[in-house]
């Protein structure tokens, strides 16, 4: 992730020093011009889905996911609300979920199929909400990795009867936030009554630290000290907290300096820089065109040789998606589930290069680099 510089975090200072009430209405007005639904903040995606969950009952059903998704935190959500996750594999040379394979998963507890817009990519958002309302099932979209996304002529977000966001890191660089909305209706009294009930004071103290690297430097140890770590941690139960003023200026911030357009065209870029040199791409053009992601996905054989490379050119490339949902530990043993196939290898080899990161001086590097890489994968 890219670092903040001093000038950044003076300008994010004085957002912070802004009322309360004038950051709240910026943000309103931000998410109004996207949607119609009726939406609250929380300080995670996870609590998001909380209020969700509550939202429409969702509590002591089955749920449609694709394995393919951050297990520990959908493990902790399912198990305090007793739900079955129904696990889905990936499309071959894709993150998306099929219609096809979800119809074969649905009984008669199914409430919900939640598709993930997984890195910024559509996973077929219309053809998804004209099912469910024929089968009178209720659609999530999953924004957590997209923000600000056209697809066709509407938002991602607006196709489900609800749909979650987060702000933290994926993104929006805010370290903390989410949003949870409704395209149904308006929210009911009893979650937005908990959301009040729930104000976590320590936190803007806990994230402004966190702007200063911490969470960085202890991944670092923990990648040192156990390099092959799965998690398998439910915790505790996460009650619906509001986002504290912290997010609210960082998240103001991220709008007003956010430049879409540039990184879609750095996007391009790597992209034509790879294709020429055909190295084999896990998206497709149109993909590229259209998507607002945070990072570029790569599917590596070697990923750990090229990710140490990538480190080294100064690069801070992804590689830590969290097992699948079959390969958590927790979740395998208490839903008995089977592993799917694709989605596993994917978690296995997915690289991602931050769209923050990169210019026209290190796309070259990179080119260069997984070229060379590729050859090497040949003999
Ligand atoms: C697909 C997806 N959904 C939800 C979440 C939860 O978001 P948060 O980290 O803000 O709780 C994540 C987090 O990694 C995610 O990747």
Not at 34 to 60: H, P, V
Request: proline residues 2%; positive net charge; aromatic residues 10%.
């Amino acid at each position: 992730m890219k670092k903040i510089r001093l000038g950044e975090l003076l300008d994010i200072g004085k957002s912070y020093f802004k009322s309360e009430k004038k950051l709240d209405n910026k943000m309103d007005l931000f998410f109004k011009n996207q949607f119609r639904g009726d939406f609250i903040f929380t300080n995670r995606g996870m609590t998001a889905i909380q209020a969700l969950i509550e939202d429409f009952n969702l509590e002591n059903s089955e749920i449609i996911i694709p394995n393919f998704i951050c297990s520990d935190v959908f493990s902790n959500l399912f198990k305090h609300n007793n739900i079955i996750p129904k696990i889905v594999d990936c499309e071959k040379d894709s993150f998306k979920i099929s219609l096809k394979e979800v119809k074969k998963k649905i009984t008669n507890k199914t409430k919900a199929i939640m598709i993930v817009h997984t890195l910024g990519i559509a996973n077929n958002p219309e053809e998804f909400a004209k099912f469910c309302k024929k089968r009178g099932l209720i659609l999530i979209e999953n924004c957590a990795h997209c923000f600000h996304t056209k697809y066709k002529k509407e938002y991602l977000g607006s196709f489900g009867d609800a749909s979650i966001f987060s702000f933290r890191s994926k993104e929006v660089r805010s370290f903390v936030g989410g949003m949870y909305l409704n395209n149904r209706r308006k929210i009911s009294e009893k979650v937005r009554n908990k959301l009040d009930k729930f104000r976590y004071k320590r936190e803007d103290l806990i994230r402004a630290i966190n702007i200063f690297k911490i969470s960085n430097l202890l991944s670092k140890i923990r990648r040192n000290v156990a390099p092959n770590a799965k998690f398998s941690n439910v915790g505790k139960k996460h009650e619906i907290y509001h986002i504290p003023k912290i997010g609210k200026a960082l998240f103001c911030y991220h709008i007003e300096n956010m430049d879409i357009l540039k990184k879609k065209k750095m996007a391009l870029k790597l992209y034509n820089g790879l294709s020429n040199k055909k190295i084999k791409i896990f998206i497709s053009e149109k993909e590229v065109k259209e998507f607002s992601a945070r990072s570029f996905p790569l599917m590596l054989k070697n990923r750990a040789e090229v990710y140490d490379k990538l480190l080294k050119l100064g690069l801070n490339p992804g590689k830590g998606w969290t097992p699948t949902f079959s390969e958590n530990e927790f979740a395998k043993k208490k839903w008995n589930l089977s592993n799917t196939g694709n989605a596993e290898k994917y978690s296995r080899e997915l690289l991602t290069i931050s769209l923050d990161e990169i210019n026209d001086k290190n796309i070259a590097k990179i080119v260069e680099l997984l070229d060379f890489h590729k050859n090497k994968e040949r003999l």
